[in-house]
């Protein structure tokens, strides 16, 4: 459809102008779709032709990924010429695809065909990475000169429609297309049905405290034991942790409560949002093979009554400033510009209101390339928290196999009077009613999640490449199945 709307608009009577327009916009989509497929599946057909059905031979095979990221250079270059270089969030054009957009993509593109995924045997020290850094140099520079930049409070990123650091968001206009995240996050008690994601304990643990370091760091100044953090988990944590996060006893003002603390703690939550097997109460939770003890408040908007989750329509950024800043990090990073590298690390985490520390670093220790490879993946993991990168993210540079044998967990909530002795749950629930119970009113335990079934992560390396399945195969005798897979297809750019 892209490709026959890319003949007719240029075989039609409009205006060169908008011709251009619309051609830049659909071969953006173009490249956009074919770039998600190279990311599942390595090389693949790269059609930019209408195939008529009667007429064409419809039997196409793969192209090489080489060629295919060519194509989709070849592709965004021509949409970037073609488009108008930035589209204000007043303009009736907004949620069209601009240059800026077009551009930061682009780098995007060159980062991937730099990384380990496609260079398995010379993931760091390849070519591509000069051409990666010098795209996401451009787009970095490109977008900060139009006002591009990071949104002072990390909070706003989403809820603040049009803001300066949505590079491109997805327009959600009511009752036409709708949003539902609250409906995904939100307790059970508080939305149309169980949320469909919790945060682990494992990840709970990633954030880093105030000083930017995180608690099992012996030179931060937050250090503490791993039994002392299970009891204070919430206290001293990277700011984004607090605008991300809700556990056990936090003020949770959903639906416009005013006070409202969350509950999980079995015997006293609402049982739609507990957790937990606190013997005391006779019964275990039936939300242990779902739930963690923690719920999302990322992009939550907590002004939304229960009714209401399912039919709002805050946008969806797609990309973000901040995105673009990472990227160049990376690309930085593995061409010898650890400065630069560095730098941007700095300005995300000031953004999130870490301690800047006497040195002026936010925390940050690394000062090698492998070091701050590790610091900028880290940083991705928490900055872009719950929006869908982190998997793409350790796939992209080959490791996944960090996930190897790695095992879920949440943690239970049971309250206590001020000497550690468990309370009544009468009493408990009493204290719940009015929001009287606060964190330091309970004591913690790790449960394993889920309680029966798979338990551990196994990711072979054959992920790093999904296979064309079996359907498909069979419609098109020429397609070659991906190495790994029982085919012979090689996905990478070896």
Known sequence: MINQAILDVNNGALDQEIKDNITGQATFMRAYTYFNMVMFHGGIPYVKVPQDRYEDDLFVARNSTAECFDFLIEDLDLAIALLPESISSGSGDFGKVDASFALAFKAKVLLYK???QFNPSNPFDNSYWNEANSANKRAYESLKSLGYGLEDQYSDIALDEGNRETVFSVINSYPNKSANWDNGVR????SRGPA?????WEFIKEYPMLDGKLYTDPTGKYYTSDEEFLQNYWKNRDPRFDQSIVWNGKVYEVSGKAGKRQYTSLGIAHELDDFGINPNVGINSTNLDRYTG???LKNSMLNLTQPEVQQYDVDFVLMRFAEVMLNYAETANETGDVATAINMLKKIRERAGIESGNDGKFGIVAN?????????IAERNIEFAFEGQRFWDLRRLRMLDVLDGQTKHGVEAIAVDENGAEISLAVGRELASDNSLTEK?????VLQVPRSGVQSSVLPDSYYFFPIQKAVLDRNIKLEQ????????????N
């Open 482 to 493: 991906n190495v790994g897979w029982g085919g012979t297809f090689d996905p990478t750019l």
């Open 114 to 116: 730099a990384s380990p």
């Open 294 to 296: 923690f719920f999302i």
């Open 368 to 376: 090698d390339r492998e070091s701050i490879r590790q610091a900028i």
């Open 187 to 190: 307790p059970g008690s508080e």
């Open 196 to 200: 469909s994601a919790c945060p682990t």
């Open 441 to 445: 009113n309970f004591k913690y335990q």
